[in-house]
């Protein structure tokens, strides 16, 4: 969402990929969808989340975050789930 602050995202990224609902190897140094912008990696990881826990409404939510796009987010290599 827009305004989110960078601690909230970084938040988000942790959740997601602690989880163990999304597979985060990706973005991590040396991954296709590695970035030093937070708001792509936040972006993969908040989405591979909601894929992994079942494409529910409720697991976008991130505390008032997230969001529901309905457009295709894979760029220059980096396939979302």
């Known amino acids: 969402m827009p305004g989110t602050t960078t ?12 989880s163990g609902l999304a597979d985060c190897r990706v ?3 040396g991954g296709p969808c590695y970035s ?19 494409h529910e409404d409720f697991n976008c939510y ?3 975050s997230g969001h ?9 290599g980096c396939v979302y789930p």
């Open 62 to 64: 991130f505390d008032g």
């Open 27 to 29: 973005i991590q140094k």
């Open 36 to 54: 030093t912008d937070i708001i792509k990696v936040a972006n993969y990881a908040m989405n591979a989340y909601y894929y992994g826990a079942g």
């Open 68 to 76: 529901i796009v309905y457009d295709d987010p894979t760029y220059e």
């Open 7 to 18: 601690e909230k995202l970084v938040a988000n990224i942790n959740y997601a990929c602690g």
